[in-house]
């Protein structure tokens, strides 16, 4: 018999946390500050201990947040970025924002950025690189080999952590976010804690680009309550830090959830001609994403959906194949890994709110379909 597998657990999150969320959003209909809120200010606190750093900026969202890092940053009009050729639209429209030129940077198997390829697209131009942690997979070896390259043009280090929030680094145990000179965090719907909008946070230790994010946010304006910059407006609204304060104490609890679904599907699944991901250590990757590879990617996703599995495609096209990157001339490219990850990626349903039988469900089917 057919069941309904969904692909999110964001509906039955919510109706677990009904009554705490509703009393979070009381509380703040009860004083009235809706905006540049204590909840606000605990959140970046409680953020900042989570992930190691000494400064916490919350902004309206990642994108935002991506933005921002690349001001910190020093980028200008003309600079050029070094980004994966394989992610999400945001983590390279921040760069266009600012009229920089984004240089792009075939990834590995896990879809991180190459370590191989990065020092053949460095040079004096290159002001920054985002490095973004795939699905929530943190390689802290592949990054420390692109740091320390980078650091030889003075370039400076972003992670984009929007899906690798929790991930622990397997060689020092560091958090992910912890080792950039800026890290950002998404926490739109879709991602490992979820606002109720949009919703995303700087992180750094260096104290002039905290506050330079701050004014950022709100219009430009500095402690001294003068505007002395073009800033924006991207608040975190209360209610969003009231919810995002609640779900923080469920974090690892959701965490561990998703990690014990990844070994099932890996220990099932390992005996059929799909590439599974590959860590170093289960607490590396934080199962944000569960990912295989395989050649039949589009049958299996048109089995799956007509099983009533919700899966999903996690990216069809690598990032220069958009049409917004059509004013680019990349330096190099030839993204082999990149296409070839848009072309086989396929993401299981993995969130902490799957049931024994939906997750049993979602083996028997992958089985079915190698059988056919």
């Given at each position: 018999m057919a069941i309904e597998v969904p692909f999110f657990g964001l509906k039955r999150e919510s109706e677990t946390l009904r009554s705490e969320l509703l009393e979070g959003v009381a509380a703040v209909l009860d004083h009235g500050q809706v905006l540049q809120s204590r909840e606000v200010l605990d959140f970046e606190t409680s953020i900042a201990k989570m992930t190691g750093r000494k400064y916490a900026t919350a902004t309206g969202s990642c994108t935002d947040s991506l933005y921002f890092a690349l001001l910190a940053a020093g980028v200008s009009r003309f600079d050029e970025v070094v980004v994966p050729a394989f992610s999400y639209i945001a983590s390279a429209s921040c760069i266009l924002r600012i009229g920089a030129t984004p240089v792009f940077v075939d990834v590995d198997i896990n879809g991180n950025m190459d370590a191989n390829k990065v020092s053949a697209v460095l040079s004096e131009r290159t002001k920054a690189l985002i490095y973004v942690h795939m699905y929530g997979h943190f390689d802290e070896q592949n990054l420390s080999l692109i740091k320390a390259q980078a650091e030889k043009f003075e370039v400076t280090i972003i992670e984009d952590c929007a899906q690798a929030f929790g991930s622990i680094g397997g060689v020092s145990g560091v958090p992910a976010g912890s080792l950039g000179s800026i890290a950002c965090i998404s926490f739109d719907p879709t991602k490992v804690i979820s606002a109720l909008g949009s919703g995303g946070v700087l992180l750094t230790d260096d104290e002039n680009d905290a506050i330079l994010s701050k004014k950022l946010r709100y219009h430009g304006k500095g402690p001294e309550g003068k505007f002395d910059l073009l800033g924006f407006n991207s608040q975190m609204p209360t209610i969003?830090?009231?919810?995002?304060?609640?779900?923080?104490?469920?974090?690892?609890?959701w965490r561990v959830k998703r990690q014990k679904i990844a070994k099932i599907y890996i220990e099932n699944l390992k005996r059929f001609p799909v590439r599974l991901p590959e860590v170093q250590k289960i607490e590396?990757?934080?199962?944000?994403?569960?990912?295989?590879?395989?050649?039949?990617?589009?049958?299996?996703?048109?089995?799956?959906?007509?099983?009533?599995?919700?899966?999903?495609?996690?990216?069809?096209?690598?990032?220069?194949?958009?049409?917004?990157?059509?004013?680019?001339?990349?330096?190099?490219?030839?993204?082999?890994?990149?296409?070839?990850?848009?072309?086989?990626?396929?993401?299981?349903?993995?969130?902490?709110?799957?049931?024994?039988?939906?997750?049993?469900?979602?083996?028997?089917?992958?089985?079915?379909?190698?059988?056919l």
């Open positions: 969003t830090a009231s919810a995002l304060l609640i779900k923080l104490k469920y974090d690892e609890k590396t990757h934080n199962y944000h994403k569960f990912v295989i590879n395989l050649d039949q990617r589009e049958e299996a996703l048109e089995w799956l959906l007509s099983s009533g599995i919700q899966a999903m495609v996690h990216y069809r096209e690598p990032l220069p194949q958009h049409k917004i990157f059509d004013c680019c001339s990349p330096k190099n490219n030839e993204f082999e890994r990149a296409q070839k990850l848009s072309h086989t990626c396929l993401s299981l349903p993995c969130h902490a709110f799957l049931s024994e039988l939906e997750i049993d469900y979602v083996i028997e089917k992958m089985e079915e379909f190698f059988r």
